[in-house]
């Protein structure tokens, strides 16, 4: 008999605990949680929504208290019961890496991720508020992407300046009669062969006395327009190298599936009210 007692207890105490559950399940406040949460409720008001008018009135005569109708989606997740705005707003925060990642989860976060308004919050982050009157004929998220192809390329002609390579230099430029180049010095070179011997003059400038050590450019201030076979940056180089900064214009033009550059402007920014020591590489 000893040897049953905690036996007794222990069903005792959870056939206590089960009648205790049991009553609470059933009384108005608990079931009100567990109809909110888990369950949908059926129409009650003989319409064909699912209101729950005659449900709520109940509980309001019931509880003294105003019913909410509430009514949560099967497998959501809470994120995708946010209301637009605030899934808009927390998007916001994310950069172009992790949105596009957020965009493979699930189909919802992919309408969630390709939302026009998150892209338009990103493209301000990163780029400029300078165009949030410009409607894209595409949408943010191309629109984003182009922009920042062109910038991408963009760095890459001061690569190529660094390297002094002028065969990179001759497959970055469009090979067409109109293109121009105004170096830091000045001088106006118009036509591919022209731009292309201006480049390889300053390749070669400063071979005797510095050993032509590469220049390495810092830009500042970048600012692109994106049409849809056309484009051009605004901004400031600042060279490594005793000369400059510079005010830099370059226009690229799309064809053939890439960017090509088909005008380059760079003139000193005055400093003290007179142009810094120029480079020809500008």
Request: overall charge neutral; some cysteine.
């Given at each position: 008999?000893?040897?049953?007692?905690?036996?007794?207890?222990?069903?005792?105490?959870?056939?206590?605990?089960s009648?205790?559950?049991?009553?609470?399940?059933r009384?108005?406040?608990?079931?009100?949680?567990?109809?909110?949460?888990?369950?949908?409720?059926?129409?009650?008001?003989?319409?064909?929504?699912?209101?729950?008018?005659?449900e709520?009135?109940?509980?309001?005569?019931?509880?003294?208290?105003?019913?909410?109708?509430?009514?949560?989606?099967?497998?959501?997740?809470?994120m995708e019961?946010?209301?637009?705005?605030?899934?808009?707003?927390?998007?916001?925060?994310?950069?172009?890496?992790?949105?596009c990642?957020?965009?493979?989860?699930?189909?919802?976060?992919?309408?969630?991720?390709?939302?026009?308004?998150?892209?338009?919050?990103?493209?301000?982050?990163?780029?400029?508020?300078?165009?949030f009157n410009?409607?894209?004929?595409?949408?943010?998220?191309?629109?984003?992407?182009?922009?920042?192809?062109?910038?991408?390329?963009?760095?890459?002609?001061?690569?190529?300046?660094?390297?002094?390579?002028?065969?990179?230099?001759?497959?970055?430029?469009l090979?067409?009669?109109?293109?121009?180049?105004?170096?830091?010095?000045?001088?106006?070179?118009?036509?591919?062969?022209?731009?292309?011997?201006?480049?390889?003059?300053?390749?070669?400038?400063?071979?005797?006395?510095?050993?032509?050590?590469?220049?390495?450019?810092?830009?500042?201030?970048?600012?692109?327009?994106?049409?849809?076979?056309?484009?051009?940056?605004?901004?400031?180089?600042?060279?490594?190298?005793?000369?400059?900064?510079?005010?830099?214009?370059?226009?690229?033009e799309?064809?053939?599936?890439r960017?090509?550059?088909?005008?380059?402007?760079?003139?000193?920014?005055?400093?003290?009210g007179?142009?810094?020591?120029?480079?020809?590489?500008?």
């Amino acid at each position: 008999m000893h040897a049953l007692r905690p036996i007794l207890i222990a069903a005792g105490a959870a056939t206590v605990c089960s009648l205790c559950a049991f009553w609470a399940v059933r009384s108005d406040p608990a079931r009100l949680v567990f109809e909110i949460l888990f369950k949908r409720r059926e129409p009650r008001c003989g319409c064909a929504c699912c209101c729950g008018k005659g449900e709520g009135e109940r509980w309001n005569g019931e509880m003294g208290s105003e019913a909410m109708d509430v009514e949560v989606k099967e497998g959501a997740s809470m994120m995708e019961q946010l209301v637009p705005e605030i899934t808009t707003h927390a998007l916001s925060y994310l950069d172009y890496t992790s949105l596009c990642r957020l965009s493979m989860t699930n189909s919802a976060m992919r309408r969630a991720a390709n939302d026009d308004g998150a892209w338009k919050a990103l493209y301000k982050k990163d780029f400029t508020t300078e165009q949030f009157n410009v409607n894209p004929r595409n949408g943010w998220k191309a629109y984003y992407a182009a922009t920042r192809a062109v910038i991408n390329v963009n760095a890459e002609f001061y690569n190529i300046i660094r390297e002094r390579s002028l065969p990179l230099m001759s497959r970055f430029w469009l090979n067409a009669e109109y293109v121009k180049c105004v170096h830091s010095s000045g001088e106006l070179f118009s036509g591919y062969n022209a731009v292309m011997d201006s480049w390889a003059l300053a390749f070669n400038w400063g071979q005797g006395a510095g050993g032509g050590q590469a220049v390495s450019f810092q830009l500042q201030d970048v600012r692109a327009r994106v049409l849809s076979d056309m484009a051009w940056l605004t901004f400031k180089a600042y060279p490594d190298v005793d000369a400059g900064p510079f005010h830099v214009t370059n226009v690229y033009e799309f064809q053939n599936g890439r960017w090509y550059m088909v005008h380059h402007h760079s003139s000193p920014i005055l400093m003290d009210g007179a142009p810094n020591q120029f480079n020809f590489l500008g």
